[in-house]
């Protein structure tokens, strides 16, 4: 790809010619998606890059050289399929744009991940777009790129090539892809369903208090101890977001459950629990006094020891079973394991089942795949198949 092959749109004038070429587009119209943005130390995404292809011509928006808003309107209001590959973190940056815009809607309404829709037909969730591009056009991308910085301004002529030929083969791989789904395939209508799934997720406010369920290892601590972890991780997340820092940069991730048990009230505590030095030094006094909070809880909330794969835990037996269920129900469709053998949809089911609701892995797509998750007769199916 030479410099002919991709338009720079860094001028209000190419932007708005831009947006306006969007807005033309109809349903039967494809979009190829892509971003560059920057979010290693800070909460919220610093969008760098815009990358579209439609109508065999490459678009590149700089949001930092112009105002791309027009762009990102033409974009959610669009009727026309809209590409990505692994889509969650560019939807996010998308979503995040058209709310500082305030353009509604905030994402637009066929969007097709490509490397989710891998996985309904078989292949790897974790796949990445390089690994894709060889296997299916035999065509090798380079990614001597993927970690420069996309902030500073010029960019060089590579990463410009680099950005555009990461939309460069979506439309194509796309093509490809639904030829192999069968006529009336289910498959094809259950990717359709998780795409409106990772949509509303993405559009979804975060509570807080919900977050310290998706910390690894919660499961192995006691009551008090596993409140403390639901304190601290709401604590974080709304220092972080009003202060525009990246969490790991408040408590590192694997800090925070030995944080929550120890409850160390140094700085050498907090070291010693895994926190870096540097958000020691930064943020040890404010940790601490989270700490010092969360040990006057009052201690009556019943938080449900919801993970599974936790050593000594009475449902871990259960839980192999089910995972034995779920990845022959994967193997049976068709789909990858990866899609619904995951460790977070079995402690969303024991979480649903211990609080009372209605667990993902019993609603939707999920439903249709794999039926009525029944605990006893699983678990007997994985000690009669052995380990």
Avoid at 23 to 43: C, G, M, P, Q, Y
Avoid at 125 to 154: N, Y
Avoid at 167 to 179: A, N, Q, S
Avoid at 337 to 366: C, H, M, Q, V
């Amino acid at each position: 790809m030479d410099e002919q092959d991709y338009i720079l749109c860094d001028s209000d004038e190419s932007v708005k010619k831009l947006a306006s070429e969007l807005s033309a587009l109809d349903e039967n119209d494809v979009i190829a998606l892509d971003t560059e943005f920057e979010r290693s130390k800070t909460f919220f995404p610093t969008a760098a890059m815009l990358q579209l292809r439609f109508g065999a011509r490459t678009y590149l928006a700089d949001p930092i050289k112009a105002d791309i808003n027009e762009v990102i309107a033409g974009l959610c209001k669009t009727k026309a399929v809209v590409l990505m590959y692994s889509a969650s973190e560019d939807l996010e940056v998308i979503s995040l744009l058209a709310r500082r815009a305030r353009i509604k809607p905030e994402l637009p309404s066929r969007i097709v991940d490509l490397q989710l829709m891998s996985a309904f037909l078989g292949k790897t969730f974790m796949q990445g777009l390089a690994k894709c591009v060889c296997e299916e056009l035999g065509i090798t991308l380079l990614k001597s790129e993927t970690h420069s910085d996309w902030l500073s301004r010029p960019l060089t002529s590579s990463q410009l090539v680099y950005a555009a030929l990461d939309v460069r083969y979506l439309d194509e791989i796309y093509k490809r892809y639904l030829k192999r789904f069968n006529d009336n395939d289910p498959r094809l209508r259950w990717f359709y369903m998780a795409m409106e799934d990772m949509r509303k997720e993405t559009l979804s406010e975060t509570d807080p208090f919900d977050l310290y369920r998706q910390v690894t290892g919660a499961g192995s601590l006691d009551r008090k101890a596993l409140e403390r972890l639901r304190f601290l991780c709401s604590k974080r997340y709304i220092f972080a977001m009003e202060n525009n820092v990246a969490l790991n940069r408040v408590i590192t991730g694997r800090a925070l459950c030995p944080i929550a048990e120890r409850t160390p009230l140094t700085f050498q505590g907090l070291a010693s629990c895994g926190m870096n030095w540097g958000a020691v030094r930064e943020h040890g006094k404010l940790v601490i006094d989270w700490i010092k909070e969360s040990l006057l809880l009052p201690g009556d909330s019943v938080l449900p020891a919801y993970d599974a794969f936790s050593p000594g835990r009475t449902m871990k037996s259960g839980s192999e079973g089910i995972k034995y269920a779920l990845s022959k129900a994967a193997q049976t469709s068709g789909i990858c394991p990866e899609l619904i053998a995951t460790k977070k949809l079995i402690n969303d089911w024991f979480y649903a089942k211990r609080t009372g609701g209605s667990p993902r892995l019993s609603s939707g797509w999920y439903k249709e795949c794999v039926g009525d998750l029944d605990l006893k007769r699983t678990s007997k199916k994985t000690k009669a198949n052995g380990p």
